[in-house]
């Protein structure tokens, strides 16, 4: 394995999540002041009675792991040998190294530091897994450029996604309508610093059947919030300061009243967020948590533009009859005019930890339980 090696993979299926990740930068989760900033409703708070500022507007997501993220296991070329410590210890791909000795680690940088001082002496290495923690002690090999466990390791991803709603008494936000994932270990990228920043697009690749199109654009200077919460259902957190462009408060629509016919999405392909024409084809109340309903593409200029669905229009909220009913989280690659898209009811209820106990009891129905380029080094 190569120290310091750039992983760029793709992943075609049959269906992929819309959120365009790219390049990993890390920022703190606080107010503009340093201050904690919080999340939430009313104790008397319904879905039928809440009012939110639609979406649509791109927008730039930063994360920093919370520890550091194990991605691979393999061999460290040793003065005896091919060897493979954390293999042997019982690391595995998906653990969070969160700790070597006494010392925290929470960077790539961190845990290359502690490694090293081990000096090839058996080092106790804390991980979590599945929300366990554990402690197991490898024995670090020197392969002539450093000491090594043999683990492949990430510690920071970043992406672009749209906005799906605004909460206008706290401007806490929710986007995606889907988690950002770890495209080797297919697991929830675990969050602690984390930012929203702007993003400015420069382009748009087209989507056609088996090549699907993309968002072209790079993160701006502005950090106009922060995320909260990383869910299967969703980016979570709050603004700073209301964002520009927000459209008239909307109600939102319980799952039961979404139907098959008309429909609009909001995303901004022409430099602000706009509503385009789109019908809902088909429901499915029993499916995957983010794919409720197939949403099918029929503006003319949003076909132009785009072919469809691309990447990066994860969360372009869906309206259906005035009301705010879900957002966009997958195209098909086969083709591109249709996708998923996930009920708001959902998607409100995703972020169940920042929302108020009588809310989620009231009113919601609880069930059981993307392209990257990102930095990932071999330790």
């Known amino acids: 394995?190569?120290?310091?090696?750039?992983?760029?993979?793709?992943?075609?299926?049959?269906?992929?999540?819309?959120?365009?990740?790219?390049?990993?930068?890390?920022?703190?989760?606080?107010?503009?002041?340093?201050?904690?900033?919080?999340?939430?409703?009313?104790?008397?708070a319904d879905i039928t009675e809440m009012k939110v500022y639609p979406g649509g507007q791109t927008f730039g997501i930063k994360l920093q792991t919370d520890g550091v993220l194990v991605v691979g296991v393999g061999e460290v070329s040793g003065p005896s040998g091919n060897v493979t410590p954390a293999a042997d210890a019982g690391i595995k791909a998906g653990d969070i190294i969160t700790a070597v000795g006494d010392e925290p680690v929470d960077s790539i940088l961190s845990l290359n530091e502690r490694i090293s001082e081990s000096e090839g002496k058996s080092t106790l290495v804390t991980f979590e897994r599945d929300g366990i923690s554990h402690t197991v002690c490898p024995i670090p090999v020197d392969d002539g450029k450093g000491y090594k466990i043999g683990v492949w390791v990430r510690d920071s991803t970043a992406g672009i996604g749209t906005l799906t709603y605004i909460i206008p008494e706290t401007l806490a936000f929710g986007g995606l309508g889907h988690g950002i994932y770890d495209s080797d270990t297919g697991i929830l990228m675990p969050m602690k610093a984390r930012m929203r920043s702007d993003v400015i697009l420069t382009g748009i690749k087209k989507g056609k059947a088996g090549a699907p199109g993309e968002l072209q654009g790079y993160f701006g200077t502005a950090c106009s919030g922060t995320a909260l919460s990383n869910t299967d259902s969703g980016v979570y957190g709050i603004f700073s300061l209301a964002p520009s462009g927000s459209d008239k408060l909307i109600s939102l629509a319980p799952e039961e009243d979404v139907e098959i016919g008309n429909a609009e999405i909001i995303c901004s392909v022409e430099g602000s967020a706009k509503r385009y024409k789109a019908k809902i084809s088909k429901l499915d109340t029993s499916g995957e948590e983010t794919r409720n309903f197939i949403i099918e593409i029929t503006d003319p200029a949003l076909l132009e533009?785009?072919?469809?669905?691309?990447?990066?229009?994860?969360?372009?909220?869906?309206?259906?009859?005035?009301?705010?009913?879900g957002a966009v989280t997958h195209v098909m690659i086969t083709d591109p005019t249709k996708g998923y898209g996930i009920f708001i009811e959902r998607m409100i209820r995703g972020c169940d930890s920042l929302l108020a106990p009588s809310f989620r009891r009231s009113r919601l129905r609880h069930r059981g339980a993307p392209e990257k380029h990102e930095t990932k080094a071999t330790l």
């Open 1 to 44: 394995m190569n120290y310091g090696n750039i992983c760029k993979k793709a992943i075609l299926s049959a269906v992929s999540a819309v959120l365009l990740l790219s390049a990993p930068l890390s920022a703190a989760a606080a107010g503009g002041d340093g201050s904690r900033l919080t999340v939430g409703l009313s104790e008397s």
């Open 305 to 325: 533009i785009t072919g469809g669905i691309v990447q990066g229009m994860s969360g372009s909220p869906v309206i259906q009859h005035g009301k705010l009913v």
